[in-house]
C-alpha cells in the first residue's frame, strides 16, 4: 500500500538545522524600580529560542513554548512567531522548559529542551561583574536533526526561509530541493557561519579552534597516562626484585 500523501519519507537522509537558546539577566536599579514591580524583585530576564547569528528559523520552527517555575502566573506561555522569547522579571534561578514545535506538514512530534536561568555572575570576576551590574548571559548552542523527514518537510527544510518555489521539475522545485546539482541527496543545508559576528560566538572558525584545543588535551592527558603507566611498572619491578632478595612477603601499603 503506498504511504498516505505527505507522510511518505525520504529514506536515508538526515537533515540538521543549528539554533541558539538561552537567556539575558539585567539587574533592576533599585533607585529606577517601577513601583508596580514586587519588592523582591531584582532582575528583569529574557529567555529565547532563535537562529545562529539571527538567522530565521521560522520556516521549520512554528512555535515554542515556555514553561517557567510554578509561582509566575500563567507559567506555560507559546510564543508562535519570531522572536521566540519571553521577558519576565524575578529574584530566583530556576530551569525553564523550552518545548519546540515543528511547521504544519512536518509530520515531527515536539521536542523539549531545558535552560538553566542565570541571573547571578559566577567565576573570578564575579564580584566586578556585579559591581558593574553587567548583564548575564547563558546559551548553548544546538542542533535539531530530522531523521528521514517527510518529503513535504524535506522540501522546506532544504528550500530554506526565502522558499517561494512553485510547479515542477524547476529550479528551486521540490526535485532540485531533494537533489540539487550533484544528483546526490543533500544532507546538510544549514552550516555554521564561517566567523563570528556580534552577539554570536558560534562559527566554524570557532568550532576548529574548540577541536584543536581538544586534540591538545587529548594529547596531554595521553601523555599523563603513558607516565604514570611507566612509574607504576617501575615500581612493580622494584617490588619483585625486594621480594626475591627478601625472601618474604611484602605488605602493600
Do not use: C
Not at 524535506?154 to 526535485?175: M, V
Amino acid at each position: 500500500m503506498p504511504a498516505a500523501t505527505g507522510t511518505k519519507r525520504v529514506k536515508g537522509v538526515s537533515i540538521y538545522r543549528p539554533f541558539v537558546f538561552g537567556s539575558i539577566a539585567r539587574p533592576i536599579d533599585p533607585n529606577d524600580k517601577p513601583k508596580n514591580l514586587p519588592a523582591e524583585h531584582t532582575h528583569q530576564w529574557t529567555v529565547w529560542v532563535k537562529g545562529v547569528d539571527d538567522e530565521d528559523i521560522s520556516y521549520w520552527l512554528k512555535k515554542v513554548q515556555f514553561k517557567l517555575h510554578e509561582t509566575y502566573a500563567n507559567a506555560l506561555r507559546t510564543k508562535e512567531s519570531p522572536p521566540f522569547e519571553i521577558t519576565e522579571t524575578g529574584w530566583g534561578e530556576f530551569e525553564i522548559q523550552l518545548k519546540l514545535h515543528f511547521v504544519d506538514g512536518s509530520n515531527e512530534k515536539p521536542q523539549a529542551l531545558w535552560h538553566a536561568l542565570k541571573l547571578h555572575p559566577y567565576g573570578p570576576d564575579a564580584e566586578g561583574q556585579r559591581e558593574r551590574r553587567e548583564a548575564i548571559v547563558s546559551q548553548n548552542y544546538e542542533e535539531v536533526v530530522f531523521n528521514e523527514p517527510v518529503e513535504q518537510f524535506y522540501e522546506i527544510l532544504t528550500g530554506g526561509p526565502n522558499n517561494t518555489s512553485k510547479g515542477k521539475g524547476g529550479k528551486g522545485s521540490k526535485q532540485a530541493a531533494m537533489y540539487g546539482r550533484s544528483g546526490g541527496p543533500r544532507l546538510r543545508t544549514a552550516e555554521l557561519p564561517e566567523r563570528e559576528g556580534p552577539g554570536n560566538p558560534y562559527s566554524r572558525g570557532a568550532e576548529g579552534k574548540e577541536l584543536d584545543r581538544m586534540k591538545e588535551a587529548i594529547k596531554t592527558v595521553e601523555g599523563l597516562v603513558e607516565r604514570e603507566t611507566r612509574e607504576l611498572k617501575e615500581k612493580e619491578a622494584r617490588l619483585e626484585v625486594l621480594r626475591r632478595t627478601e625472601g618474604g612477603v611484602i605488605k602493600k601499603n
